[in-house]
């Protein structure tokens, strides 16, 4: 299941909806929401993450965040090291091998790690 499936089952089960009616009410088959909410289909369009967001009357920051989930949810993720040294393929052979071992902590250790790391700093950047 991708981060954004998770919230959009989380919103379809706080409001009480089964995914029959929400794929109704989009324009959707059943069989496509129900892969998209497991990992099983590739990031959805703009327009549809727009009536999704309609569908769960999300606007402002709750809208930015779930289309941010969506962007980032990809579930077969390529990794070009191509031109990067040689750590960085390192990195990416070891994680795509490694992955399936990780629990739930350390997977969350690592991307608070890589958040703190690939965030912009503070003064950082034109502070010369």
Known sequence: MTPFGRRMREMR?????????????????PAYLSALERGHRGVPNYA???????????????????AEL???SHPRVV???????????????????????LNDEQLG?????LEAMLSPREGSAGSE
């Open 13 to 29: 089960a706080a409001r009480g909806v089964t995914q029959k009616q929400m794929a109704a009410a989009i324009g959707v088959t």
């Open 48 to 66: 549809m993450i727009q009536r999704i967001l309609g569908y769960f009357n999300v606007i402002w920051d709750e809208a930015d965040e779930l």
């Open 109 to 113: 250790q690592l991307c608070d790690l």
């Open 79 to 101: 990794v070009d090291t191509a031109g990067l040294g040689p750590r960085a393929t390192e990195l990416a052979n070891r994680l795509a091998v490694g992955i399936a071992g």
């Open 70 to 72: 969506a962007r980032s």
